[in-house]
């Protein structure tokens, strides 16, 4: 558990503000997402409405005012405190709580909020507001909006432009404080605690279930609130299906297992690793073959992964690792050059080869301004993940050979996540291990 320190979101609104010019920002929290009939999923906090606040109720609305005078440009619309409702959902922190303790200059009950928006919102010049993602805050502030265009020709004055706020804050969220970083690591040093498990105790005939259980145990006993994302146990030819989530077939003596699985904290800062390893503790010799490969093009990207580069360069750094040891193996035929202009590797490997990570698992940023690819700078965070896929499911190119048996349903991706540093890159997930020799039992 991470201790909750006010101070930090205060920077980070400070900073927001700062940029925002004159415009007022409404960032509305999550709500509670409905698992089926009235049952409905654990809460899931909108990541911008917490970067800003750290406040982890449902239904919350910020308002971030720079128009307003110092001492009234962070309000905060709550669920009030309720014996009755508390009894049931559990404790809220209230008006009270939001001003004491999340450093709200001013609270109200969520049900004033459609009767004091419009208030809040003149004088200022525009309104940044994320259209398309808020149902229940977007007609509200439709309203509130239009009703400053009503009145412009009376008061020559209204913020007459609607905004995205998320261009502002996300070019924030893209570089991590220290604080962040910190988090982060948390994050992974769990999530690789939980890979070393899983393969210590995988053997031939457990079910993919068995290790995914374990794997979400261990993220729940070391404090985190749970898998990041739909974990991926997938053996043999199932790793070839990308997002395989089902995690329900027997593991076979002989077939590889990919995990791709990571933990989640309390504050929602993620992990995200994938590591492949023989579910028998010996790899055959193909599997070797194409693990050496994979292993040998994230060592590569990851070395690539400085201040300075990019992720473009990244990517380009794994693929022609991966087409070269393709080309080497006999399966792809031609000058790697022209194979990566063609795309002729594409059967084999489909995807790109990394995100950024934060808050979100693929966390928000641009990855391009226009022409020119996002610049590394320390403080970014992106995940490095190549892979091989050996199967049936896409048709070799035209001029490529068809692929022996002995090759398919052989799967393998390793992801690490990446911090850039002053000086390169910090392997967040160092702690899973990856070499061959660590991936069997000896
Ligand atoms: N686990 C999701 C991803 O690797 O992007
Ligand atoms: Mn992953
Ligand atoms: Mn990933």
Redesign the pocket.
Known sequence: MTQFDPSIHASRRQRFLDQLGAAAAVIPAAALATHHADCEWPFRQDSDFFYLTGFDEPDAVALLLPHRPEGERFVLFVHPKDPAAEVWTGFRWGTEGAVERYGADIAHPLDQLSALLPGYLVGAEAIAFRVGRHPVVEPLVLSAWGRQLDSYARAGVAALGLVAPTPILHRLRLVKEGHELQRLREACRISAEAHELARSITEPGMNEAEVQAAIEAHFRAAGARGPA?GS?VAGGDNACVLHYTANTAQLQDGDLLLI?A?CSVDDYYNG?I?RTFPVNGRFSAEQRELYGVVLASQEAAVEAVRPGGNAEQVHDTALRVLVEGLVDLGLLLGDVDGLIEQGAYRHLYMHRTG?WLGLD??DVGAYRLGEQPATLQPGMVL?V?PGLYVSDRLAVPEGQPEIDDRWKGIGIRI?DDVAVTESGHEVLTAAAQKSLAAMERH
């Open positions: 994302y991926i791709d990571g995200d994938t995100h698992v693929h995940t993940e992801e």
